[in-house]
């Protein structure tokens, strides 16, 4: 690597946050060679370009000769490291790096399921969820830890983790012997027709309750008992209490449910998603081509949108768009939204190209008609127009007052679940692109950045 092309990517690394994220490494082409996660991107990052850094002999023969091919490294900020790792692992599995070795295969991070459709629900580790009739907290960083947490939990809730079919009406269940849970006091035994279902389920609420809170109260809880076993010279119970202190505080090295989709988990055929959402809106046939937006920006500054395409149910790469905000100044989705459509959409207006089967935008009431709006000005509209709630994961459909709310399995929530997750990234990754120059050239303009050389060779 050149001289003048090590101090540049050296200046470009200064202006990164010192916060956790993942950063993608890029050659001159833009291709991803290697994707890494970080606890602190400005220092992971830059460890890789220090004169002091032994790469040949810590990262290997493969990651130096990685090195010596990048011209550019893009990072996107994350919430913790365990989001890091998340997000890490899903864009490796996606964008398949040719440097990266972990986290190619089709494993998954598991998931922690309470089997609600039983009359008696189970609690399990598991990575692959039922399509229906659970409620599913995780992914989880670590599984061995999840497990732990499990059956350190089930001393105070009680639940069952048996794979039995125990079924309310059932009055066999009054000759069942139970098994050895029941006997240590870590499961109520309904199974043997022990506990009622009524009782059961508040137990299994207490248990949901406890996984939605932040546990402070227990953490502590089990601290001070740890420090005065501890006192009173009763190790043995100190190491106990200690184990399920740490198995306790493992649960909250997790993602959530829908930010940290692992599509493979939830894999559904694109061509039944398409005909359940020709269903939904009434389509005489399935929508072959589809198009989503979404807008991104940070309190107003370096607003982008961005427009993602699917065809038959899959991304169509060569389709996506972005687009820098210009007629908009401050927070205002909707103008963006509508700017968005007029710059996108003009030539289909005219009749010089077709519209999307589908066009559906990342928002609520308010965001689809803003788009309506826009719509309603040119000469042709399009065919369908709808808009995705986040919260509720409502859709709203136009010339429908009332949003349509489907159940979270369904294969058509599922395929607007993933553009809209696609939109948002796409959006977002734009966004951190124009948010990173942004910072050097101010940082080079106040005299912190030497300029860039034009032409190193024409220098030597």
């Known amino acids: 690597m050149q001289n003048s092309q090590l101090e540049s990517i050296r200046a470009h690394i200064a202006a990164f946050p010192k916060c956790p994220g993942v950063y993608l490494m890029k050659d001159a082409e833009g291709r991803v060679l290697y994707v890494g996660k970080a606890k602190d991107l400005r220092s992971r990052v830059g460890s890789y370009f220090q004169p002091s850094a032994d790469l040949m002999n810590t990262r290997g023969p493969d990651i ?5 091919k990048v011209v550019d490294i893009d990072f996107i900020e994350t919430e913790s490291e365990v989001d890091a790792l998340l997000q890490e692992a899903r864009l490796i599995k996606d964008i398949q790096p040719p440097h990266n070795v972990m986290l190619k295969d089709g494993k998954t991070f598991p998931y922690l399921e309470i089997t609600t459709g039983d009359d008696f629900p189970g609690v399990y580790v598991t990575r692959t969820p039922r399509i229906k009739g659970s409620k599913l907290y995780g992914p ?3 599984p061995m830890a999840l497990r732990d947490a499990i059956n350190a939990l089930q001393k105070a809730f009680k639940y069952r983790t048996c794979e039995l079919d125990i079924r309310d009406g059932d009055d066999a269940r009054r000759f069942f012997r139970p098994c050895l849970l029941h006997a240590i006091d870590r499961c109520t035994a309904p199974c043997a027709d022990l506990v009622s279902r009524e009782e059961y389920k508040k137990d ?3 248990f949901k309750k406890f996984m939605a809170s932040k546990r402070s109260a227990l953490t502590r809880q ?3 008992e740890m420090e005065d076993a501890a006192k009173a010279l009763r190790f043995e119970e100190a190491a106990k209490l200690r184990d399920r202190l740490k198995a306790l505080q493992s649960l909250d090295l997790s993602g959530d449910v829908h930010t940290n989709v692992q599509p493979e988990v939830f894999y559904i055929d694109p061509r039944e998603g398409l005909q359940k959402l020709a269903d939904v809106l009434n389509l005489e046939t399935p929508p072959r081509c589809m198009e989503c ?5 940070l309190q107003g500054e370096e607003t982008v949108g961005s ?3 699917f065809i038959d149910g899959k991304p169509f790469k060569s389709g996506y768009r972005r687009f820098k905000i210009q007629s908009v100044d401050g927070i205002d989705d909707y103008a963006c939204i509508q700017e968005v459509i007029r710059r996108r959409y003009r030539y289909a207006a005219e009749g010089e ?3 999307p089967d589908v066009i559906v935008i990342d928002g609520g009431l308010g965001q689809l008609h803003a788009g309506l709006d826009v719509f309603g000005e040119m000469n042709m509209r399009p065919p369908m127009v709808i808009s995705l709630a986040k919260r509720e994961e409502e859709v709203y459909i136009q010339a429908k007052s009332a949003p349509i709310r489907l159940a979270r399995n369904n294969p058509a ?7 809209r997750d696609e939109a948002h990234r796409f959006a977002q990754h734009y966004h951190h692109i124009l948010r990173n120059k942004k910072t050097f050239e101010t940082e080079r303009a106040e005299g912190r950045r030497p300029p860039k050389t034009r032409n190193p060779k024409r220098n030597r």
């Open 64 to 68: 130096c000769r990685m090195v010596d």
């Open 293 to 297: 937006m979404d807008i991104a920006h």
């Open 307 to 309: 427009l993602i395409c």
């Open 413 to 419: 929530l599922r395929i607007l679940q993933q553009m």
């Open 140 to 142: 989880f960083a670590s």
């Open 222 to 224: 089990l601290t001070k």
């Open 353 to 355: 190209e077709l519209y």
């Open 204 to 206: 299994i609420d207490r």
